[in-house]
């Protein structure tokens, strides 16, 4: 794959006429504004397509909510509990890498061995967070992984999507698996979840992404991985921990009860971003949480509060929408006629969080999307999608790290990184920027 698909921005791109930008421009602009899917597109039931909270025989929702969507839903049944502008189209940031390995994940042989070449790592957005792949150093697929899920490496991603047939084909496996599962309001422009104009998903679909990926036992293992030894070259090795903090208990959090998984990320566009697992009881439950008013550890919080009270006052919650299942396993498009679903007995509207609506009807239906319209006009997004690189996280510069922790002379700085303000990147840091 070339370099043309991170590459110069469109004034360099000489093939293209003035009035072919400007129309590329044009086509591009409906996919690169982030806005609330309309009710005919949105999956899941017609009140996930309102706005504002959404909730119906239960109370007692988080009070100091600060994000611009969020979602709660019991992975079993795929009953969504309550939610927050649920089809909000958002920068996703690496959430996204949850559809990477769901598409990607099974295609490789873990085992499978490969020395990284320059060329493999030639494409990798400048200011990306990385694990530390090298050029002439050889990997396992299995370790590849672990820099994807524990440090967000967009380095062992790219890796990974060359191995897979390259950038672009990987990008269309990956819209086409969106498409599969009905997550329509994702449209993949990288791999990696690195910002890029057009690239945007929502609370539904990150929680739709997380409920495949953990049904599979190498995902749910990765996700869930605290720490691991990764190659420095020769025999050495460096460690590497997850940055999800709610996993590890890092930068004054403590460890959540039960959480297996799943994925954070963070990028200056984006701002915080996290989709998290956590069985109880025997119940597992999913808390997407998209873009909190502050960063640092406050998208950790907020899903922290929404499990609690998933586990606790949400268990007589009715459900407001549904998980809806992938194409590929049976799942169908259900049209906007279809019969609602029977109301359980006893279902009461919830008052919401202080100032937004509840959502009134207690009946919800499954519609059928528009999957044409995710998959609009790729080109003006392949075209104008490089957006030059911050190289500050939370306004404090970040290096790269050599394996012994110390910074690498010259290194670039991470943007696509989940760090609390002056947060220390590298493998030995307490708690790692995640991308």
Not at 84 to 110: C, E, G
Request: glycine fraction near 14%.
């Amino acid at each position: 794959m070339s370099a043309s698909v991170y590459g110069p921005g469109v004034h360099d791109c000489s093939r293209l006429s003035r009035r072919a930008l400007l129309g590329l421009t044009a086509a591009a602009l409906p996919l690169s504004a982030a806005g609330p899917a309309s009710a005919a597109t949105a999956i899941g039931g017609v009140r996930l397509a309102r706005p504002g909270v959404q909730v119906s025989g239960a109370t007692g929702l988080p009070r100091k909510l600060t994000a611009r969507s969020w979602l709660v839903a019991d992975h079993d049944t795929g009953e969504v509990l309550a939610s927050f502008n649920a089809h909000q189209r958002l920068a996703p940031a690496s959430t996204l890498k949850m559809l990477f390995a769901d598409t990607v994940l099974k295609k490789l042989d873990r085992g499978l061995k490969y020395k990284v070449t320059d060329a493999d790592l030639a494409d990798v957005p400048a200011g990306s967070s990385l694990v530390g792949v090298k050029p002439g150093i050889t990997y396992s697929v299995h370790q590849l992984w672990q820099g994807v899920f524990l440090r967000s490496g967009n380095d062992a991603v790219h890796v990974l999507a060359h191995l897979n047939g390259g950038l672009a084909k990987t990008v269309a496996e990956m819209q086409a698996k969106a498409e599969d599962l009905q997550a329509l309001d994702t449209h993949v422009v990288s791999p990696d979840g690195f910002d890029h104009k057009g690239q945007l998903s929502s609370a539904y679909d990150l929680t739709l992404f997380a409920r495949h990926g953990l049904k599979d036992g190498d995902f749910r293992g990765y996700c869930g991985t605290r720490t691991a030894d990764f190659p420095a070259g020769g025999k050495k090795t460096f460690q590497i921990q997850n940055t999800d903090r709610l996993l590890t208990g890092a930068w004054g959090l403590d460890t959540y009860d039960g959480l297996i998984g799943v994925k954070n990320g963070y990028t200056s566009h984006a701002g915080n971003t996290f989709t998290g697992a956590a069985v109880r009881g025997g119940r597992t439950l999913l808390v997407t949480v998209m873009h909190p008013k502050s960063g640092g550890n406050a998208v950790y919080e907020e899903t922290a509060a929404l499990l609690d009270w998933g586990f606790g006052r949400g268990r007589s919650a009715q459900p407001v929408g549904a998980l809806v299942e992938p194409l590929s396993e049976g799942g169908a498009k259900v049209s906007a006629s279809a019969s609602p679903a029977p109301k359980r007995k006893g279902a009461q509207p919830a008052a919401g969080a202080p100032g937004t609506p509840s959502g009134g009807s207690s009946a919800w239906r499954l519609l059928e999307g528009a999957g044409g319209a995710v998959a609009l006009l790729g080109a003006g997004a392949w075209a104008l999608r490089r957006r030059r690189a911050a190289a500050v996280v939370d306004g404090v510069p970040e290096t790269k790290a050599k394996p012994d922790g110390k910074a690498m002379p010259g290194a670039k700085a991470k943007r696509d990184a989940e760090a609390a303000p002056g947060a220390k990147a590298g493998p030995d840091a307490k708690a790692a920027p995640d991308a």
